[in-house]
C-alpha cells in the first residue's frame, strides 16, 4: 500500500486556538479503502484534526494534498485554498457530525437532495433516485416524507450519513457520530459504517467505540495532547499498546463502558 500515492497527505499540520496549541505539526497519509479510527482523550485534538482536512477550521501552517487539491497554509502561501477550492473539496470528502445537523424545515428526502441539486448540480429526478435508493438501503425508505423531529436519534444519525453519501465523496470524516445517543441506538449506526467500510469507503473516524475501531479499522491513530503518539494496526495499537499515555486511556474508557453497562442494567432491573 506504500508504494501507491496517498488519497489524503498532511504533512506539519498545526492549529491553535489564541495561545492554545491545539495540534503540533502533524503528519498522516491516508490510502483509498482505508479506514483509520482516531482515538483519544478529550481535548487532545482529534475533532479539530478532522475539520481541518475540509477546512472547516483553516490550519495555521502545513500541507494538505487530496486528490487533485494541493494546499499550503503557512502564511502568505499562493497555494492557499481559495473559496471556489473549498466548495469543490467538500464536494468530495464527506463528514459527519456528533449532533446530526439535518434541517428541521426539511423532510428527509429533501435533506437528502439539496447538497447534490445545489452543490454538484444533479439534476433533480437522479438525486431523488439516488436518495431514494440509499434510505431503503438503511431501512428508512417509509421516511422519506417525514421531518427530522419525527425520527429517533439513530434514524436521524442514519440520515445524515446517507445526506453525506448522497454526494458521492471519496472519503467520509465521521467525529464521534455515536456519542450522543442512547446506547440502544449506538448499534443502528456503527451497523452502517461497517457495511460502507466492507465495500471499501475511505473514512477517518473519531470514536470512542473502542471494540467497534478494532473490528472495522484498518489502522488505528492515538492523539495525545496534539501530536500522534500511535500509529498502526489495531491488533497492535489497541492490544499491545507501547506508551503508558495509551494504557490509561484504554483502561479508562473499559471502566467507563463497565460503570455506563452497569447503570444500564440497574436502571431496566424490575423493581
Not at 124 to 130: G, H, I, N, T, Y
Not at 163 to 188: C, H, K, N, Y
Request: proline letters at 6%; hydrophobic letters at 45%; charged letters at 25%.
Amino acid at each position: 500500500m506504500s508504494e501507491t500515492k496517498p488519497l489524503l497527505s498532511i504533512r506539519e499540520l498545526s492549529k491553535s486556538f489564541g495561545p492554545i496549541e491545539v495540534l503540533k505539526n502533524i503528519s498522516l497519509d491516508v490510502h483509498a479503502g482505508e479506514v483509520v479510527s482516531v482515538i483519544g482523550a478529550s481535548g487532545s485534538g482529534k475533532s479539530t484534526f478532522l475539520r481541518c482536512i475540509n477546512v472547516l477550521e483553516r490550519p495555521n501552517s502545513g500541507f494538505l494534498d487530496f486528490d487533485r487539491f494541493a494546499f499550503d497554509f503557512r502564511p502568505g502561501s499562493r497555494a492557499a485554498p481559495s473559496a471556489d477550492d473549498l466548495k469543490a473539496l467538500r464536494a468530495r470528502i464527506g463528514m459527519v457530525f456528533q449532533s446530526y445537523n439535518l434541517w428541521p424545515h426539511m423532510t428527509v428526502l429533501e435533506n437528502v437532495i439539496e447538497a447534490p441539486i445545489r452543490v454538484r448540480g444533479m439534476p433533480r429526478a437522479e438525486a431523488v433516485d439516488l436518495a431514494t435508493t440509499l434510505l431503503a438501503r438503511i431501512g428508512l425508505a417509509e421516511k422519506r416524507d417525514s421531518y427530522p423531529n419525527r425520527l429517533s436519534g439513530g434514524q436521524q444519525q442514519r440520515v445524515a450519513i446517507v445526506r453525506a453519501l448522497a454526494m458521492q465523496p471519496q472519503l467520509m470524516l465521521f467525529d464521534e457520530v455515536t456519542s450522543a445517543l442512547d446506547p440502544e441506538l449506538v448499534g443502528e449506526v456503527l451497523s452502517l459504517m461497517a457495511d460502507l467500510a466492507a465495500e471499501g469507503m475511505t473514512m477517518l473516524l473519531v470514536t470512542h467505540e473502542i471494540g467497534f475501531a478494532r473490528e472495522v479499522s484498518t489502522r488505528t491513530v492515538f492523539f495525545d495532547r496534539g501530536v500522534i503518539g500511535e500509529d498502526g494496526p489495531p491488533s497492535e495499537v489497541l492490544r499491545h499498546p507501547n506508551s503508558e499515555r495509551l494504557r490509561q486511556f484504554l483502561s479508562r474508557i473499559l471502566h467507563e463502558g463497565l460503570a455506563a453497562s452497569a447503570h444500564g442494567a440497574a436502571e431496566g432491573a424490575t423493581p
